[in-house]
């Protein structure tokens, strides 16, 4: 870990090209070091431009975003992700759009805001439909599922988790499927329908 910071520092020590401090920014990120991150992510919007509405500069609000979640500042992490939306909305970038929305439904979700955290993973699952991008829309229904569990809607609950089991398909590991069907399973038990239940968490058992 120590011989890879050490080639990172030598990379970006003086450089000018976005890719080496992207990478260089999640190396950091993802070691803790998230002091280093907001530097080398601070040189990147000197370099991209703060105003500027382009792909690079809504990247880099995006991960900024993301640390300032981590460190819990919710608010300025609300402000970076909602500055890396107004961009990709600009430029029609659609899966950047569904990222941005889904990072700001958790920043809502952390704050107990369910009502502004559904409005989000509906947006972010309108686009993944839309894409057709099977995993996303797994993963929308199953942050939608858990949105309605929370409020008790056991209904809803049991048909995103459906839903995010058919999204799965074909692509879905083993261990996904196995989740779903548990989620199933403990719908099933709070209803007190323990038959259903039972069947439930034995399939999940099999998988």
Known sequence: MERARQIFAKAHEETTNLRVLN????FYY??????AADDILERWL???????????????????GAIYQTLGELDRA???????????????LQE???????????????????????????????????????????????NLGLIYRTRGE?????????????????????????ASTGNLGLIYRMRGELDRAEETHKKSLAI
């Open 46 to 64: 000197a370099i991209s431009g703060r105003e500027a509405e382009t792909g690079d500069t809504a990247a880099a609000y995006s991960n900024l």
């Open 96 to 142: 950047g759009m569904a990222r941005d929305y889904g990072n700001l439904g958790l920043i809502y979700q952390t704050r107990g805001e369910l009502d502004r955290t559904e409005e989000m993973h509906k947006k972010t699952l309108a686009i993944h439909e839309k894409l057709g991008l099977q995993e996303g829309m797994a993963r929308d229904y199953g």
């Open 30 to 35: 993802r070691t803790g070091d998230l002091k």
């Open 154 to 178: 056991l209904d809803r609950t049991g048909r995103c988790t459906r839903s995010r089991w058919r999204s799965r398909g074909s692509s879905a590991t083993s261990g996904a499927w196995s």
């Open 78 to 92: 609300e402000e970076m992700h909602k500055k890396a939306l107004a961009i990709h909305e600009k430029l029609g």
């Open 23 to 26: 990478l260089a920014s999640e």
